[in-house]
């Protein structure tokens, strides 16, 4: 790859493209580039500079432009598998890379998670990362033997045109709730958004839309070649499922065949997502017989429905983080509970504001017993982030307590026989950002540790 815009990671040779970001303007860093050996510079201003300087405009919309000019011809040897949607896209991803890689393809995934491909995983900063970080991914994946990419695209990606130059073959929606409307405002903008993944599907590719969603009919309009899924569709059809605590029994049927599945996942929304995954895998190439043979091996990524037997009770880390998503998963856990549902939840900081009394009210409501806590405060006053959500919240079932770390402590001391204790928010994530600082705390970790202080006792 001959650009980079990190001026720490230019190697000689290389030219650095000068990008006026939100929070940092590379246009700063032009002298540390230079010396680690950039032979050139993409700029739009002028700077004193010490090696040939290019003014262009916009040196990002430049950036697009070479990376598609140089790079997306190699990038059409790669069979791309693209999924959308508010909630699901990561579980959705990560089956299907699961079980493509389970079925021999050399296959590898993008998105919330990270990287994964073979033995490598590389941590990633957003869902769908910028441009550059995308084609140098897949570029390196291609080279070492890869055929297939499995990544999520997120709406932000598609706002701003990260996917530029990639052809999508099987592309999939999963849902649209209220999500990041501080950045797209309404949902009819947020929903055009999402939209725009037809635009960067192969004329001969195929999409899934999930048409239990009152979204998934605008797929179907926007793309010729769209296959449904649901209860009442006629191409993927999911027929009858049956929940238990770590098992889903799933009843499907497909061009008048019925299909029986067993997983390892549970919740109806993971019903959905698995479905999705086979939906692909079939489009893919793949009988669905084989697929079903090999679901007995997958398991949901790390944070997503993530159980825990702690006393003689169960511990849920999930990253459900929007009024939706914490909605589907209490009521999961509610049609399983023989006993108290105690949720940990709180609200990312900088973030849409609308959402927070909404989550407050759907999670006093449906929980027995709900501990409001911190989520990435960010620059934002936790506790003025805590007002906002306290403003949704009629009943008295609860208690704040700002630090998580605590909050969590309290909660799985709280635990009796058969209570399920939920852990919402972070599911993956192994941080708390405060201020601008990236500080240690992963959910999962902290009911492991709480479960080996038990062991010693």
């Known amino acids: 790859m001959k650009y980079e815009i ?81 909630n699901g896209k990561t579980t959705t991803c ?117 048409m239990d969603d009152p979204s998934g009919f605008k797929f179907q309009e926007a793309f010729k070649n769209t296959k449904t899924l649901g209860m009442k569709t006629e191409d993927y059809q999911i027929d009858r499922f049956q929940i238990a605590p770590d098992h889903t029994q799933i009843q499907l049927k497909h061009k008048k065949e019925t299909y029986k599945v067993t997983t390892n996942l549970t ?37 997503r429905c993530e159980t825990y037997k702690v006393k003689e009770g169960f511990a849920v880390v999930d990253y459900a983080h929007t009024p939706d998503a914490v909605e589907k998963v209490i009521d999961a856990y509610l049609e399983l509970a023989t006993s108290k549902i105690i949720t940990i939840i709180g609200c990312g900081g900088d973030r849409d504001p609308m959402k927070r009394p909404i989550m407050g009210k759907i999670a006093s409501e449906k929980s027995d017993y709900v501990i409001f806590t911190s989520d990435n405060p960010r620059t934002e006053d936790p506790q003025s982030i805590m007002n906002d959500i306290l403003k949704g919240v009629e009943k008295e079932n609860y208690e704040v307590i700002l630090d998580r770390k605590t909050a ?34 992963d959910d999962s970790e902290e009911i492991q540790k709480y479960q080996n202080k038990g062991k010693k006792k």
Do not use: W
């Not at 895998?281 to 990524?301: A, L, M, N, R, V």
């Open 6 to 86: 990190d001026s720490r990671l230019v190697t000689p040779g290389q030219i650095f493209v000068a990008i006026q970001g939100h929070t940092v303007d590379g246009h700063d860093y032009i002298s540390n580039a230079i010396e680690n050996g950039a032979i050139k510079v993409i700029a739009q201003k002028h700077v004193p500079c010490s090696v040939p300087l290019e003014i262009v405009e916009n040196t990002e919309e430049y950036l697009k432009e070479q990376l598609v000019n140089n790079y997306s011809e190699a990038l059409k040897n790669l069979r791309i598998i693209g999924v959308t949607g508010t």
């Open 408 to 441: 969590i402590q309290k909660a799985l001391d709280m635990i009796e026989k058969n209570d399920i204790v939920l852990i919402l928010g972070k599911g993956h994530e192994d941080y708390q950002i405060i201020g601008h600082e990236k500080i240690h705390l």
């Open 94 to 210: 990560y089956l299907t890379y699961q079980l493509l890689k389970l079925l021999g393809v050399k296959v590898a995934y993008m998105g919330t998670i990270g990287f994964y491909f073979e033995d490598e995983k590389i941590e990633l900063p957003n869902t769908t990362p910028e441009i550059l970080t995308i084609y140098k991914l897949l570029l390196g994946a291609l080279e070492n033997g890869c055929t297939t990419i499995v990544m999520e695209v997120s709406s932000h990606a598609l706002s701003y045109e990260r996917i530029k130059g990639l052809e999508i073959e099987i592309g999939a929606f999963t849902n649209l709730t209220e999500d990041h409307l501080d950045y797209h405002k309404t949902m009819e903008q947020y929903l055009e958004a999402k939209l725009q993944i037809c635009k960067y599907l192969k004329k001969d590719g195929t999409f899934i839309t999930n």
């Open 267 to 303: 919740s109806k929304f993971n019903v959905y997502n698995y479905v999705t995954s086979l939906a692909i895998c079939h489009e893919y190439g793949f009988d669905i017989p084989s697929i079903i043979e090999k679901t007995k091996d997958i398991y949901p990524p790390k944070g």
